[in-house]
């Protein structure tokens, strides 16, 4: 069974730093999408970063010059990683790392077309 392991979450004032995790475990797809995604209660789950498996990136508006999302080496591709730099308090958050199959170059950014989901990671970031 596929298993996403988010981690990197924390508590940070304005104008800092963070940098998320997501390790994804048995999944053996070649083309694929995996993207960061964010939830507050009460509110819908926003796409934030996107990574193809070919290397295409794609960030939401609100965070496009502030975050950058990457993944590990040739070796460990399957790591996600989401450095947010510049936090403000609007990027206080549940954060969760998704994949999705069958995607080499564009990826989708609604929340419903991905297949697996990590646990998420609380970001908090105070003024």
Not at 10 to 28: E, K
Not at 49 to 73: E, L, P, Q
Request: positive net charge.
């Amino acid at each position: 069974q596929v298993q996403l392991v988010d981690s990197g979450g924390g508590s940070v004032q304005t104008g800092g730093s963070l940098r998320l995790s997501c390790a994804a475990s048995r999944y053996t797809e070649s083309w694929y999408c995996m993207g960061w995604f964010r939830q507050v209660p009460g509110k819908e789950r926003e796409g934030v970063a996107f990574m193809s498996s070919g290397g295409r990136t794609f960030y939401a508006d609100s965070v496009k010059g502030r975050f950058t999302i990457s993944r590990g080496n040739a070796k460990n591709p399957l790591v996600l990683y989401l450095l947010m730099n510049s936090l403000k308090p609007e990027d206080s958050s549940m954060y969760y790392c998704a994949v999705v199959s069958g995607f080499w170059y564009s990826c989708p950014t609604e929340d419903v077309r991905y297949d697996y989901w990590g646990q998420g990671t609380q970001v908090t970031v105070s003024s």
